[in-house]
């Protein structure tokens, strides 16, 4: 792989305060914007629809399989460990092999064995599906973010990561949208709805892979469509922006690792999405008992949130990013969820559960473009790539817990009240994360002013 973050600039005359030299940054984010974040987009799109349908499949394979609550609790948090413990030898293996040639084959890997979910039938083959799922997907979503590191300044990756993590709520419009119509084909060719469930949202990942490697350069280097002022200039900038960071070029992985702000952010992210994934595996049946509606609607109704979530995602990336402000635009989410959360275990209406729950989902949205891009403002090269798949290592376990917690609860308590309720604890305590975080950034002495400056509010 090349490494561009460490690569000579290229001399041209001009500096970066020059206006001219400006308008050359701005062009050359503006083409990786269009040219790269629909391609990642649409693949983590796929990605998390691969790893979130079973909460559709389970309406019916649970009931086929004779699968408990705990039980799908259980192989829905599988997926997570497997994912956890991966995450950061893939991350340092992109580093050795270049960013299109190992997301693609995570890509490849993943969504055949998302489609070879299909042939499940005990609890064990459920289990052992979705850890080997873990594993194949295992760091994807770092490797991202590490490499808009290469493309995209600090100043603008609020906005950059909001782009392409869009994808998030909107995988849950799209599967909410198929799920109906697939779980509909029960018994064509032989296959029950959810089995084409698996088959027809897995095998898209797979043929994808072929756009990954095609469409990404590994670098601004590589990338033919950038003129040589255009890679040159943006090169320079986001070197600015990795001398001051807390842990930059000279920082080894294990330090990186071992970073506090590293463990903090991670444990921020770790109870944040806690509450998210336990909303997520069991949003579909929450709401199919709170209304009564079929598998169709509840679709549809999940489809209208995740839209309502793109949008709370990007407008707080794109005010974060203007005011410069990470910290209350990741903590005042938290306390939306933790009311939304509350109202909900207590709730009698059928719409003040889809109100509450709706709003802790937007809630939750709004929140990931700002805090994934704290950890890219200390962190830089080879320490970034390390330090953000330990930050997602971290953070994975909630996978396990919040969909495990959901189907312990329901099965000792016949409802999923006292799940929703205890979610409002990690809430507040991915609050405090947070707080202790930016308070710490905060205290830390400024760098040194650089010698230019670039306006890329427009970009």
Sequence with gaps: MSAPQNAPPIETAGSLSDPEAASIVKSAQRKASLRLLPVIAFGYCLAYMDRINISFASLRMNVDLHFSATVYGVGAGMFFIGYAFCEVPSNLLLLRYGARSWLARIMLTWGLLAAAMMFVRTPWEFYALRLLLGIAEAGFFPGVVYYLTLWFPVSMRARAVSRFYIALPLSSTVTGLLAGWLMGLNGRLGLTGWQWLFLVEGLPAAFFSLVIFFALPDGPADARWLTPDEKTFLQRRLDEDSRRAHLGHGAGVLQALLSPKVWAIGMFFFFSLTCSYAYGFSAPAIFQLATGWSVGY????????????????????????RTGERSLHSIVPCFVMAAGYLIASFAHSSWIVIASLGASFVAYNSLLAPSVALPTQFLAGR??????????????????????????????????????????????????CMYGLTRNLARRPAPAPAATNLAEESA
């Design 383 to 432: 320490a970034a790539a390390a330090g953000i798949a330990a930050m997602n290592t971290i953070t994975m376990f909630s996978g396990f817990v919040g969909p495990y917690w959901m189907g312990v609860m329901k099965d000792a308590t016949g409802s999923y009240n006292a799940g929703l309720l205890g979610l409002i604890v990690p809430s507040l305590v991915a609050a405090g």
């Design 298 to 321: 509840v679709g549809a109704l999940v489809a209208g949130l995740g839209v309502a979530g793109a949008l709370g995602m990007l407008l707080n990336g794109i005010h974060s990013d």
